[in-house]
């Protein structure tokens, strides 16, 4: 039986705690999850430069706190890809688990097609040390990327539907923003 949005796009799904959650794209599985064989300690160093890249002193995530802003959020990050359908594997982080890292945050404008998701983006002011507590607090807590595959045709028509900008990029503004 098909979903909704709501159901595919719960960000409870994300982690118990529940919203607001703090969402950041995996570009690859094994970037959070390691590889074969490999320490805790070695798993920890790879999923921090894999996942939590150091751009210009920044990592980028998105907050959102229901399934409206996660499946915007979701379209955002696939504007920029060749297919707003493409599967996205999303590792979500609560506020708790950024304050208990010592990491500090600063909202900033989101550079996605939709402005919507744009206005839901924050920047981690990155630092080694404070990146690689937070890894290990959420290796720890045993907190596994998701994967959203089929869902993301469902987002897709959504934002079709609602006149996202992603969808078309001629679009003066983007209607789910509204
Ligand atoms: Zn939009």
Redesign the pocket.
Known sequence: MAKSIAEDFDPSGLSSAGPPIFVRKVSRRRHWRGEDGMTLDERIHHAAAEVFTNDDGRVSVFKVENADDFY?VA??LNSGRGSLKEQLEILGITPGDIEASGLALEQTPGDT?????NARHYDIIHDDAAIERLVRRLVDQGRLDHRYKKQMERAAQS?LA?G???TESTLPQ????I
Do not use: K, S
């Open positions: 915007r379209i955002g097609d939709c402005l919507h998701a934002a609602i996202c900008r992603a983007c209607q789910c923003e």
